[in-house]
């Protein structure tokens, strides 16, 4: 886990700190501390257990043509529309988000992400010609071939969308699953799981294991043929160093430190409504949350006083207790705890609160939304993720020292640029170093799969949707076979003088000097 140590500041908190069993999982309400459930944990022996079942049923259903597997996926599909009112209330209920970003941000991706990849499976997993432009006598292709079982370890900022869209996109592939929950979130992947076998798909085709590192960890070890792994950057290495001791793929999704940057010319009703968004959607616990601001110093005010003017608006509360709320609990108290390190660090330096900055009194994990300028680069809240509700502004001279203060950073997920200039938007947004950049817009594109979401330098490896995404859930084979049968192609059996003369004046013939 990501984060800093427990606090006990409040019932919730103290609940949360209570020491937990070593054999099962309990599970309270961020939002309240009630208790939701308790969860048997599985050690390294049902790990193992769980992948030779997902092992068993692959094998048969990677025979069921692609069409098929693809009809039984939106099967599954259904059974989440049909649901989808249950399961935001269980993401209300165990991760604290408000039920319009359970729908929103979670299921709504979910739906169409299995859509998408389910009715273009069959022709983007469909043998690939290669035009060869010199062994004109030969024809190549690839043709792709399920891995096997596919290892989905996650973390609980989004229980129910990462693990959901990977297990689809899995099966359709012709793979297994087994997802590893987050040990604080992990009863919603349960009810997924029920629906999954309702729906009629292989039931041992999807499998959950749950746990704490161990669990995950056991996971990798387990004969998996390929890791899915979203979570911090620590945990990541540990897995891609495991992965890379037992030679299987691995996918790392991991964590962000999201720069904006606002141009002198920007709307500022458009950029102040999507910062607030971008800043505290999900309590701000979102890898592609705007963590850092950097604006120019002719709209910085303007832009903090309409900021101001729509956070002050926000309705903080628990999301299930019937009544509309904007910004709900945060999951973890333990991210928590770490946002309070962080404000305060930053306050001591030098940062100026304008608003929030402090632990909402009271029952539940709530960090009320928080708006800070006069941030530095060197504070610790300009550098490190804070995965929480808080909005760091730092004024600048140039659009060229936001891009530089913007890439000075180890992490390259998403990235955004506000300008109401298309052309120069791109062009700053080209030269960001981040796996995906929006301009005046933020965090939208995970909701749409054509498109990949991969982080750059510590903010992950490979990537997850888009095309290539899926294909990536092969193993990619290539076949090279005759068009021409020849009795012996010319670099063949026996050499001599002569094929050397004839090869060297076909060398010099084909690729001339210029
Ligand atoms: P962690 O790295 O702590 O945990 C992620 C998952 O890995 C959990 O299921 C965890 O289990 C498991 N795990 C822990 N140790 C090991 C191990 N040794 N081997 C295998 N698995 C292990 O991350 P968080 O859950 O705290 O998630 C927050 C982070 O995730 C943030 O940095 C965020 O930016 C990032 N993230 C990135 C996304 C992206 O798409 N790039 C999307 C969402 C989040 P357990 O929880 O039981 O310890």
Redesign the pocket.
């Known amino acids: 886990?990501?984060?800093a140590s427990t606090s006990t500041s409040t019932p919730a908190a103290a609940a949360a700190a209570a020491p937990e069993p070593e054999s099962r999982l309990v599970v309270r309400a961020p939002a309240t501390g009630a208790l939701l459930g308790e969860v048997a944990i599985d050690d390294a022996a049902a790990v193992r257990a769980k992948v030779a079942a997902a092992r068993a049923a692959q094998l048969q259903w990677a025979h069921t043509p692609l069409a098929e597997r693809a009809r039984r996926v939106l099967g599954f599909r259904d059974v989440l529309v049909r649901s989808a009112r249950e399961l935001a209330g269980a993401l209300e209920r165990e991760n604290g988000k408000t039920r319009v970003e359970a729908l929103a941000m979670e299921l709504t991706p979910s739906i169409d992400a299995i859509t998408y990849f389910a009715r273009r499976a069959e022709q983007l997993l469909a043998p690939q010609p290669i035009p060869l432009h010199l062994y004109k006598h030969r024809k190549s292709y690839l043709h792709f071939v399920p891995r096997g079982v596919v290892g989905v370890?996650?973390?609980?900022?989004?229980p129910l969308s990462?693990p959901t869209i990977e297990a689809a996109m899995a099966a359709l592939a012709g793979n297994a699953a087994v997802v590893?929950?987050?040990?604080?979130t992990p009863l919603v992947m349960l009810e997924v799981k029920r629906l999954w076998d309702a729906s009629g798909m292989p039931p041992d085709l999807l499998q959950i294991v749950n746990?704490?590192?161990a669990?995950?960890?056991a996971?990798?070890e387990a004969g998996i043929d390929m890791c899915i792994?979203?979570?911090?950057?620590?945990?990541?290495r540990?897995?891609a160093a495991?992965c890379g001791e037992r030679l299987i793929p691995c996918v790392l999704?991991?964590?962000?430190k999201a720069p904006a940057i606002v141009c002198a010319d920007a709307d500022l009703e458009r950029t102040a409504n999507a910062l607030v968004w971008g800043a505290f959607a999900n309590s701000g616990q979102v890898?592609a949350s705007v963590e850092r601001v950097y604006v120019h110093a002719s709209v910085h005010d303007e832009l903090c006083s309409r900021i101001l003017a729509k956070t002050r608006k926000l309705r903080q509360g628990d999301p299930a207790a019937g009544g509309d709320v904007d910004v709900g609990a945060m999951t973890w108290e333990r991210q928590l705890t770490h946002v309070e390190e962080l404000v305060a660090r930053a306050q001591a330096a030098g940062a100026k609160i304008l608003l929030g900055g402090r632990r909402r009194p009271g029952v539940g994990q709530f960090y009320e939304p928080t708006v800070l300028t006069d941030c530095k680069q060197d504070m610790d809240i300009m550098r490190r993720?804070i995965?929480g509700p808080v909005l760091p502004i730092m004024k600048v001279d140039s659009e060229e020292q936001a891009l530089s203060l913007a890439n000075d950073s180890q992490l390259g997920?998403l990235g955004y640029v506000f300008t109401r200039d298309k052309k120069k938007g791109r062009r700053l947004a080209e030269r960001l170093e981040a796996g995906t950049v929006m301009v005046n817009d933020v965090l939208a594109t995970f909701g749409a799969p054509e498109t990949p979401?991969a982080?750059l330098k510590q903010?992950?490896l490979g990537r997850t949707h888009s095309d290539d995404g899926l294909r990536d859930m092969c193993q990619t084979r290539h076949v090279n076979h005759d068009r021409l049968a020849l009795a012996r192609d010319p670099w063949w059996y026996p050499y001599s003088q002569k094929v050397f003369e004839r090869s060297l004046k076909l060398l010099r013939l084909l690729y001339r000097p210029r």
Not at 180 to 184: A, C, R
């Open positions: 886990m990501s984060a370890i996650s973390a609980w900022n989004f990462i590893k929950p987050s040990e604080v746990g704490r590192g669990t995950g960890a996971l990798v792994f979203t979570g911090s950057t620590a945990t990541g540990r897995v495991a999704e991991l964590g962000g890898c993720e995965f997920l979401w982080g903010s992950g």
